[in-house]
């Protein structure tokens, strides 16, 4: 699927929601539970095998390493959430400048 900018993804295997911040512009998969986030699921269906997992936590930014992708959590669920394969990892917060 080839992710825009805004786009509201949603699970199939559970109530995870993300918003794409930021889009690699080609076709990416963004996976959940091993079955693929769409904007539109159609009905409930099981996990894949092993993928319960570290869901993602409501606000926070996700990331994957080597992939310009980030993705803001506005749902948060309980299965593991992959692009291309790769689990997305929580984006650190930026250091404040330090003052003197």
Known sequence: M??????TLKSAVDETSVVVIKSPGGETAVTCGGHEMTEQPGAPVPAAEGDAGPGLMLGKR???EGVEIELLCS?????????????????SAKPLPASD
């Open 62 to 64: 996700y990331t994957v």
């Open 75 to 91: 749902h948060g669920g309980r299965h593991a959430v992959a692009v291309d394969g790769a689990p997305v990892e929580q984006k």
């Open 2 to 7: 080839k992710l825009r900018v805004g786009q």
